[in-house]
């Protein structure tokens, strides 16, 4: 690993976990979109574990360059260039069925996160999975200590920024025709919410 290449200890320690959890839902997927690939890290970890899906890396411009190193040194077959995509703009044309994200919807303004599964809704075809990994509230509850310290650092750097109910985020699902199929328990109280659309 060059120095220049950006590293996130948090992906390194989280996607054994939620790879475990995509084989359920992607072995027959075959074009993935992930919204905020951040370093690139996941990209490059969960592409091999699906050869028949292309895995579309996307972010806003500034992190491009950082996930271009990764895929650059990865060099595999089903990753191409990353796609420059803030979810309050232009979104791409093309359909995806699967869509993958993490970290995201609690760095983002509630109106981006609003944005965020207005977009999905656009470009996620029926029957396509989203799968969503981040730390959630339940019923405006923290589900551990370390989650209120976490919240309150972020509204910190932000004011806009926060945790994000489960029953907020889950109805904008719902919103685009997307059903809960399962809200996997993950570790470091993080959540991986799954869900399909309908056809």
């Not at 592409?47 to 990865?74: C, H, K, Y």
């Not at 994200?101 to 599964?117: G, T």
Request: with cysteine; net charge negative; aromatic share 10%.
């Amino acid at each position: 690993m060059t120095s220049s290449k950006p590293f996130a200890p948090a992906c390194e320690r989280n996607q054994g976990p939620i790879l475990a959890v995509l084989r359920e839902y992607f072995p027959d997927r075959r074009r993935v979109l992930e919204l905020g690939s951040g370093t690139g890290q996941h990209a490059v970890h969960f592409a091999p574990a699906f050869p028949d899906a292309l895995w579309q890396t996307s972010d806003v411009e500034e992190n491009l360059s950082g996930i271009r190193m990764w895929l650059d040194e990865a060099a595999l077959p089903n990753l191409p260039p990353p796609l420059t995509l803030d979810v309050t703009g232009k979104w791409p044309d093309a359909r995806f069925d699967a869509i993958f994200s993490a970290n995201s919807l609690h760095i983002m303004p509630w109106p981006a996160v609003e944005q965020f599964f207005s977009g999905v809704g656009r470009v996620l075809e029926p029957g396509g999975i989203l799968a969503v990994y981040g730390p959630f509230n339940y019923h405006g509850a923290y589900t551990s200590d370390s989650n209120r310290d976490f919240d309150g650092w972020l509204k910190q750097r932000s004011a806009l920024s926060g945790i994000r109910d489960f029953e907020a985020v889950d109805r904008l699902a719902q919103n685009i025709d997307c059903r809960l199929v399962k809200d996997h328990t993950m570790p470091a109280n993080n959540r991986l919410l799954v869900w399909r659309r309908q056809s």
